[in-house]
C-alpha cells in the first residue's frame, strides 16, 4: 500500500497537474484570439497531456486502494501581455512542477514506498522534455517576436508530427479517453 504521506502529496500534486492544464488552456485561447494557430494548438496539445498526467496519478492511486481527492483549482492567467507571456509563464510552471515531482519522489524515498518511487520515475524523466520543450520554444519566442509567423513556422517544422504514445506511461483512468 502506498503511504500516507506519499498519497496526501499525490493528491495535492493531482490539482497542480490539473491547475497546468487549466493554465496551458488559457494561453491556448490567448493564441486562438491573436490568429496564432500553431501556438494554439500547441497549447491546447500540452492542456490534454497535463490532464492525462492527473488522470495517470488518479488511477495509480485507485489501483494503490487509497483514497483520490479531485480537487478545485484556482483560476489560470488569462490576460498577456505579448507572444512571450505565455510561453514564458509556461516555462516557470515546468520548472515548478519538476520541483513539485522531485519532492514526491523525496516523500517516497523516505518513507520506503518503493512502488511509489518507481511511478515518479516516469514523471521525473517526463519533465525534463517537458522543461526542454518550453526552454526552446521561449528562446524562440523571444528571438521572433516581433514576427510570431516566424515562431507558427519553427512549430510547423518541429512539432508537426504527433508523437507516438510512451508504452512507458503509467495507465492513466479513463483508459481510452484519457489518451485523446
Known amino acids: 500500500m502506498a503511504a500516507a504521506r506519499f498519497v496526501e502529496r499525490l493528491n495535492e500534486q493531482i490539482a497542480n497537474e490539473f ?3 487549466q493554465q496551458y488552456i488559457a494561453a ?3 493564441y486562438d484570439s491573436q490568429t496564432l494557430p500553431r501556438l494554439a494548438a500547441f497549447f491546447y496539445e500540452q492542456a490534454v497531456e497535463e490532464r492525462n498526467h492527473a488522470m495517470m496519478m488518479v488511477r ?3 489501483d494503490a486502494d487509497v483514497h483520490v481527492a479531485i480537487p478545485g483549482v484556482a483560476a489560470p492567467e488569462t490576460e498577456f501581455g505579448d507572444v512571450v507571456a505565455p510561453v514564458a509563464l509556461a516555462l516557470e510552471q515546468e ?3 519538476s520541483e513539485q515531482i522531485a519532492a514526491l519522489m523525496g516523500v517516497a524515498r523516505d518513507e520506503g514506498d518503493y512502488l511509489s518511487e518507481q511511478v515518479v520515475q516516469w514523471f521525473l ?3 525534463i522534455e517537458e522543461v526542454a520543450t518550453m526552454s ?3 528562446a524562440v ?3 521572433s517576436s516581433q514576427s510570431p509567423m516566424f515562431i507558427e513556422d519553427y512549430l510547423a517544422r518541429e512539432h508537426a508530427a504527433a ?5 512507458t506511461a503509467p495507465p492513466a483512468a479513463g483508459g481510452a479517453l484519457a489518451t485523446a
Do not use: C, F, G, I
Not at 508523437?163 to 508504452?167: R, T
Open 136 to 138: 526552446s520554444l521561449l
Open 163 to 167: 508523437s507516438a504514445p510512451d508504452p
Open 125 to 127: 524523466k517526463e519533465q
Open 60 to 62: 495509480y492511486l485507485l
Open 95 to 97: 520548472r515548478r512542477v
Open 19 to 21: 491547475a497546468a492544464s
Open 28 to 30: 491556448a485561447v490567448y
Open 141 to 143: 519566442t523571444e528571438r
